[in-house]
């Protein structure tokens, strides 16, 4: 009987970092698009070309890992990716809040806290 349940503790386990994973590949792969590609208005209100450039390959990182998140674990090649992939992107919602507590823009923190966690589940869901 605990053989079991362990195996659909496991089963559950996976459909939920499933779940997360994908949420999480299309929220960053859209945001990384719109930074690669940004608006007329969007680049009218950066401050500098500097802050442009960064936010550019910030996109670029975002795009690339979000197919981290998906792709390796899915087809089992270099599987390990996948969770460092979400580290990065814990890291990134790290240094995102820290930009945004500095611009006083605390409903951003909230957001990038939200996906600080999600991430870091994945993180640690695919590393056990």
């Known amino acids: 009987m605990k053989f079991i349940e362990k195996k659909e ?10 779940t997360t994973q994908i949420v999480l590949a299309l929220l960053f792969f859209m945001t990384g698009l ?9 680049v009218e209100q ?3 070309g500097s802050e442009s450039r960064l ?16 792709f390796p674990w899915l087809l089992n090649i270099m599987p390990i990716l996948t969770p460092l992939a979400a580290i990065g ?8 809040a820290i930009y945004h507590m500095k611009r006083k ?9 939200i996906l600080f966690a999600l991430a870091l589940f994945i993180a640690i869901g695919r590393i056990l």
């Open 46 to 48: 950066t401050e500098n």
């Open 9 to 18: 503790c496991v089963v559950v386990m996976n459909i939920a970092l499933w």
């Open 55 to 70: 936010f550019m390959f910030i996109g670029i990182v975002e795009i690339l890992g979000a197919i981290g998140l998906i």
């Open 105 to 113: 823009e605390y409903k951003s923190i909230a957001f990038n806290t």
């Open 89 to 96: 992107f814990s890291i990134i919602m790290i240094l995102a």
């Open 34 to 42: 719109q930074k690669v590609n940004p608006s007329k208005k969007e």
